[in-house]
């Protein structure tokens, strides 16, 4: 059982950065992939960026590319998603995910993917 906690969340002002951290409680050998997700308010679950444990592949959604970057600590068993030039619509609520099978590049942004969640960091982007 892998446990995630995710910090970092905060209220910022259009243009600036936050950077959120997750926390595993461990890796298991079958950890594959972890993955952030988002959700607004009234809209579905949507990926942000994912990341293979090995660190070789990332995905990233076409409207966070150029601005957000995940990377891992897997010596701290921690992921991480830097978020610059935010903008008001990446106001959500936001997942940390991870996987316990192979993740392709059609499906890395598939919630039923994923085996493990937080409970989630709010994000707020002010204009």
């Known amino acids: 059982q892998v446990q995630l906690v995710e910090s970092g969340g905060g209220s910022v002002q259009a243009g600036g950065s936050l950077r959120l951290s997750c926390a595993a409680s461990?890796?298991?050998?079958?950890?594959?992939?972890m993955a952030w997700f988002r959700q607004a308010p009234g809209k579905v679950r949507e990926g942000v960026a994912a990341?293979?444990?090995?660190?070789?592949?990332?995905y990233y959604a076409d409207s966070v590319k150029g601005r957000f970057t995940i990377s891992q600590d897997n010596a701290k068993n921690m992921v991480y998603l830097q978020m610059n030039t935010l903008k008001p619509e990446d106001t959500a609520m936001y997942y940390c995910?991870?996987?316990?099978?192979?993740?392709?590049?059609?499906?890395?942004?598939?919630?039923?993917?994923?085996?493990?969640w937080g409970q989630g960091t709010q994000v707020t982007v002010s204009s």
């Open positions: 990341i293979s444990t090995g660190g070789v592949t990332t």
């Open positions: 995910a991870a996987a316990t099978r192979s993740i392709y590049s059609w499906s890395w942004s598939t919630q039923t993917w994923y085996s493990y």
């Open positions: 461990q890796y298991t050998y079958s950890t594959t992939w």
